[in-house]
């Protein structure tokens, strides 16, 4: 039996892998929501949702094999094939209210099967690190060029599943208010900050008995309306924005060895909206880092060290190893923004976020399985093409440049 139901998916793979992605904007999923209808919303799915299935499981083979063989990524791969198997079940049926209500629970189950995905995947990174030792740059610049990508995927998969089940699942859309699914059409900048800064002052106060002050202000360049809102998803704004204030946090506290007399440098943030950019710029006077550290920031290898156990979790420090800076970067990248650090060694960083200003610019960003991406698993760092060590000169060049 196996063999068989192992080719079978296999076909399907290589069928579905060949399409690419459809990205939505932020404006089609407005558009739809305002007057969705389940079973229009259930024939993209069951295609579009085996094809981005697909095309990520044709990348998770392309892992490094030290990779793909530890325990938790092969852990993950099987999510993917049991979620795939699950979906492409719909592929011929016709939407019935009764294959609606099944097509919803499947989506369910399958968006809380892979729930873990992001912490398993980093307990895979540990167990490579443990056993290789030292892990070459090929192998590094691969699982940061697949995570990067992985996690893209996942988010726009969850973004697919979470839109469906709240348009058709069990809270109807009377008890949304005005969002639709988890866009907000107004989304009030301002507050969202404001929520983020307030809960994570609270794990400062509760470490370090007190936290700095945030200074909070907006400049609209386009329309004299105020507070700024935008057509966006708070959760993910939330999540990049809980970080940055974690992270500026927790640089403040550290950095200030103040003796109680001198007060700790508020946090500065400024909310802006431009023609085509909405930037939401904190910025901290925690000292800053020095731009050879800056870029590990975001890498996942460097930001992956052993779990501190789960006991002491809650003692962690604010911006525990986590996987925050390079998550929060592909939230903001996955609409066509982004996400920038700008530091001062020595005085403190500026975190930027950029939003787009319209929301049909706001496509979704997808990584697609083909040719370039394969390539790019199968090449070696290219060697430097910048001489930068001071060259070792020989006698008679010393000689001639005398
Ligand atoms: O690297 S940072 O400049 C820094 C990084 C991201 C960010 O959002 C804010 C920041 O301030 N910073 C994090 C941190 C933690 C402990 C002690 C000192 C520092 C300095």
């Known amino acids: 039996l196996f063999p068989v139901r192992f080719n079978q998916i296999q076909k399907m793979l290589d069928f579905y892998s060949q399409f690419n992605p459809s990205p939505l904007s932020i404006k089609q999923f407005i558009d739809f929501g305002l ?9 993209f799915l069951r295609k579009e949702l085996p094809v981005r299935l697909a095309n990520i499981m044709k990348e998770i083979a392309l892992l490094p094999e030290n990779l793909l063989r530890t325990s938790s990524a092969s852990q993950v791969s099987a999510w993917y094939a049991r979620s795939f198997e699950e979906v492409i079940q719909f592929e011929k049926t016709e939407p019935t209210q009764s294959n609606l209500e099944k097509f919803c629970s499947t989506l369910v189950q399958i968006r809380n099967r892979h729930s873990d995905v992001v912490q398993t995947m980093a307990q895979g990174v540990i167990e490579l690190k443990e056993s290789q030792g030292n892990v070459e740059p090929s192998t590094e610049s691969s699982i940061q060029y ?7 995927s996942r988010i726009s998969i969850r973004m697919l599943i979470n839109q469906h089940t709240l348009l058709f699942g069990e809270f109807p859309n009377e008890n949304q208010g005005r969002h639709i699914g988890c866009l907000d059409p107004a989304c009030d900048i301002s507050s969202v900050v404001q929520d983020a800064y307030e809960n994570a002052r609270f794990l400062c106060d509760q470490y370090y008995l007190a936290s700095p002050e945030l200074i909070l202000r907006e400049h609209n360049s386009l329309e004299n309306k105020y507070p700024i809102r935008t057509v966006y998803v708070p959760s993910h704004l939330y999540h990049m924005l809980f970080e940055i204030f974690k992270n500026s946090m927790r640089a403040v506290m550290e950095h200030h060895d103040h003796d109680h007399s001198d007060k700790l440098p508020p946090l500065q943030v400024i909310i802006v909206q431009g023609k085509e950019d909405i930037c939401v710029k904190i910025s901290d006077q925690g000292g800053g880092i ?4 800056m870029d590990h920031l975001f890498k996942y290898m460097y930001s992956t060290a052993p779990q501190p156990s789960k006991s002491d979790m809650h003692t962690v420090p604010l911006a525990g190893y986590g996987y925050g800076l390079p998550i929060s970067r592909l939230y903001a990248r996955y609409f066509h923004g982004d996400l920038v ?12 976020i950029y939003l787009k200003t319209l929301s049909d610019e706001a496509n979704e960003l997808l990584p697609i399985f083909n040719k370039t991406s394969t390539k790019f698993y199968k090449s070696t760092v290219p060697t430097g093409d910048w001489s930068s060590q001071g060259s070792v000169m020989n006698a008679r060049q010393m000689n001639a440049a005398i």
Do not use: Q, W
């Not at 697949?146 to 893209?152: C, I, N, Q, S």
């Open 146 to 152: 697949f995570l990067d990508r992985l996690y893209m």
């Open 35 to 43: 007057n969705a209808c389940e079973s229009k919303s259930y024939i």
């Open 290 to 293: 020095p731009r050879t550290h």
């Open 341 to 352: 650090l700008m530091s001062c060694d020595g005085f403190g960083t500026d975190a930027v």
